[in-house]
Every structure is written in structure tokens, then in C-alpha cells.
């Protein structure tokens, strides 16, 4: 049964017309990037013992972190914050109104990350961000407060010790900041904006997945996921506490967990993994870590395209064999073209052929060469898409009493939104497990807009009720 569906993905990118030895190495790289859906089933069985393991306190497994965040919100939570969302790509500083009636106001401004802060100054960068923001729009304490009270989302992997406290595991996505790992990043940060004299007082840290989890229960409760396929790939559920061996507080209720499902497989036993991507992993500064994130997210999934489509131009098969200085260049294939790319349903594929020709400068690309590109990247897409939904669908079966009523699962980040059909694979995908009736009737994935800025103010409202 595998190797038939895993014939048949092949066969569909077999080209009209190719000389025989083009379409074989097409065939093969297909092959090699195929996920059946037996292989589906593996990595759902192999994630349920890691987040078993990870729950238990096994290094083994997941980190499964959890978030401190043991009650639901009611949609009814109100008042000003101010709320930091630090992504792989951007910052951006939000001012949120939360309204009550599930309803809330927003400004924001959007900051885009430079290499220097990833390797250097991000502390003091932030606050240098945020008090641009606080000036620019008269942002002050409410009435009777000393300070703005504000809830910060990081997308790092962090060891929580408290609501407004934890420290941080390692970096990845391309950070590498000295002299943080294992520190408290609140601290970190609270030093930076008291060297600014910044009147805001972080009450409440959470992960971006967590952000996407609380604004999806603000409209609504029957929320049980947040993912993010943004940057880089991780979601957080609702776990039970009896269920969290590691955790030593009370065993009453539930608390959001925080998977790092980006970190699942390391040791790769059962992720389909090609010599691409082990040409990324190889050259990543975070080497043998977060490999499932390398095969599903924004920042790797157009380095793992240009690795393959070079491979093929190795072999005289692609673009006469010329590569052009620009695509040389490592990660200079953005997964944004990958979205155009993809796309492109022309006779003659005149988005894909001035992505190459245009943007990456390739000489003269042939129609040819433009629907090999297109299958590769349409290979390497699907994939992605299939290993986001063994993944998705793996955490929904961790609770089958979840899945006796309607369920709804919050998602963010820009490869959910702008590639090609992301949500319906995620849907279609995770059919063979999860079932017909209940994909078709129950399951609601939802893009939780403005997730990480909106949740964190819904924390940070929740925080500063208890701080009072
Ligand atoms: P963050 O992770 O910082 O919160 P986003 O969710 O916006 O940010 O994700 C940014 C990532 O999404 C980048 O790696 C970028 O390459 C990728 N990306 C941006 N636009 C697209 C697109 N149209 N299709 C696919 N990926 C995209
Ligand atoms: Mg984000």
C-alpha cells in the first residue's frame, strides 16, 4: 500500500516530453521527498511516545514545556496593554484594547529583526523599538499605575519558572545572542528597558503558540491547539496536569503545553530526511536540532528547494547546468517564491520564469526548465504540508476525548497563510487518521490573526489581575 501511494506521488511529476534521464532523476528526488501515508502513521506513533517521553521529564523527548497558563479565557477579559511579539523574522510592538465580548482594538507597528540584533544586541534593541512605539503613540501607564504593564511573546524555547520568569533553553531560528542561554529573558529585558527608563513592566511571558491558543480561546472556547508555521514550526494544547509527570504542582485541571514540536525526531528515525536537507542541517549554526522545523518552515523550506534545484543543475539537468551568483548564495531562495512558484497554473509559467530570471538572475530559463523547477518546489511543499498534518494530527489523537465535540485549532505564521492550499492539505492530510466526519463536521482550523500580539495582552491582563 505505501509504495503504491508513493508510486503514484512520484508518477505526477513525471514532465510530457523530458529526455528520460531528466525525468528519472525527477522521479527519484520525488521518491525521496514522499511521506505515505503509512509513513504518516509511523510519525504519529513516534510522536505519541515523544510527547509521552517529554511529559515525563525525558530528554528523549519533546521539551513539552509547561506554560504556567492553567485557566481558559473567557473572552471577557478587558483593559490597555501593551504586548511584544519577538518572531524569527520581525517585532512587533502592539498596543491592545481588550474589549470583553471577545472583541478587542490593536495598534501595532512592525520592526524587521537585523542580523546585528540576532547576533548581538537584541535586548537593547527591543527596548530601543519599544520606546520608539511608546513615543510615537503616547503610550502611558493606566490611570493610578506606575508602569504599562505588558505580556511579551517569544518564540524561543524557554524553561518557565513562573508566569513572568524563564529561562532560555538554546536559540534557534538563526539567533545567537552571547550571554543568554539558561538566563532569564524577562530579566534580560526589564534590564534593557530600565537603561532606557522605560516605564513598562513585562508581567507575563509566553510563546507564540501559546499567543495563538489564547486569542483563538478569546473567540472560541472550544480551542485546543495553537500552531505556528511561520518563521519556524511549534504548537501548544491543553494537557491535562494529572498527565504531566514532570509537572510537581498540583495535578487538578489543565495547563497549555508547549510542545517545541520543532525539535521532534532529532535523531532521525522516522523523518523522511534526503541529502537536502542534510546539506542545510550540515551548514546550520543549530547542526542535528529542530530538524523537523528544517523540513516544514518558512526560513528552511526554500534553502532545502535550492539545494535540490542545484543538484540538478549539477547534473546538467536544470538551467543548462548555470547557476547564477545571487541563487548561489546561500538561503537566497526565499520560501515566498516557493508560494509564487507554486502557483503559477500558465501554459508557458511566466511567474516562475521571472522569479529566476528576474529575481535570481538565472540566463535564459527554458519552459522546460521552469516546470522542473515548479515540481520541486512542488515536491518539497507537499511534503511540508503532509509532515505539518501527521504532526497536527498527532497532538488531536494525543486526546481522543478532545475529538468528541467540535475543535477548534488556531493557527498563524505566514506559510499558513500565504502558501499555496496550506490549510486544505492540513485538512485533507490528517483524513486517514482522524476521520471523514470528523474533518468534514468538527474540525475548524482558524488563522488566529494577530495571535502572538492579542495573546499576549489576554496573559497579561490575566497577570496583572493576580498581581493586584
Ligand atoms: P515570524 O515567524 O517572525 O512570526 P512570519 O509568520 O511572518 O514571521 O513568517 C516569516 C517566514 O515566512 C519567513 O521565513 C518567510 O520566508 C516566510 N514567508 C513569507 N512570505 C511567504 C509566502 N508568501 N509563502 C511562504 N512563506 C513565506
Ligand atoms: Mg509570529
Known sequence: MALLETKEFVNCYRIEGAPDKLNEALLRMAASFAVSDAKMREIIDRFHQSMRDGLNGDEAGMPMIPSFIDRRPTGNEQGKFLSLDLGGTNLRVCQVTLLGKSDFHMVQQKFTIPAEAKERTLFDWIAQC????VEEHDVEPNPGEYSINCGFTFSFPINQTGLAEGNLIMWNKGFLVPNSVGRDVVRLTQDAFLRKHLRVRIVAIL???VGALMTSCYSNPDSQLGIIFGT????????????????????EGEMVINTEWGAFDNAIEVLPYTMHDNKLNRKSPNHGLQVFEKMISGMYLGEVARNALLYLVDQRLLFDGRSSPIFNKSYAFDTAYMSEIVSDDSPD????????EQTLEIPSPTLLDCKVAKAVCDMIGTRAMRLSAASMAAVLLWRPEMLKGTV??????????????FDKALYDNCRPFLGDDFVDNKLKLRLAKDGSGVGAAIIAAVAS???Q
Not at 519599544?130 to 512605539?133: A, C, D, N, Y
Not at 511549534?234 to 498540583?250: D, H, M, Q
Not at 477548534?408 to 499555496?420: E, L, R
Request: hydrophobic share 35%.
Open 130 to 133: 519599544v520606546s520608539i512605539f
Open 207 to 209: 510563546n507564540d503558540t
Open 232 to 251: 519556524g514550526t511549534n504548537a501548544c494544547y491543553w494537557e491535562r496536569l494529572s498527565n504531566i509527570g514532570k509537572w510537581a504542582g498540583p495535578k
Open 349 to 356: 509559467l511566466t511567474e516562475v520564469r521571472k522569479v529566476f
Open 408 to 421: 477548534t485549532v488556531g493557527i498563524d505564521g505566514s506559510m499558513y497563510q500565504f502558501y499555496p492550499s
Open 465 to 467: 489581575k493576580h498581581l
